[in-house]
């Protein structure tokens, strides 16, 4: 609609130029992974398989990225990286006694 109104459209909303599964990845390493670590997890132990699967989801998401993108070496290793410190979060988690 922005489009047809001259408006210029916003940088994620412009369906033809998002990189989905790049900005899925952003989405949930930036906003929602904080969330569910700190709250949710934190608070409602029993809610701790979730916080496992977000980080299967950002998984997912980092695969199709790179089969989409055909990014390199040095980009990939940056979205491991966050996948990594979630699963050391989730780990840290389990460790502490803090979920069942």
Known sequence: EEKDLGIPVGMLN???KV???GSQ???IN???APFVAAS???VFPGLQPLHS???RNLEAWRNI???ETKPTAEDIAKKDADVAKLWALDAELLGRGRVA
């Open 53 to 55: 699967q977000m980080i």
């Open 65 to 67: 990225w790179i089969e």
């Open 40 to 42: 949710e997890v934190r």
């Open 30 to 32: 930036f906003l929602v």
């Open 14 to 16: 412009d369906r033809h």
């Open 19 to 21: 990189n989905r599964p």
């Open 25 to 27: 990845h952003g989405f």
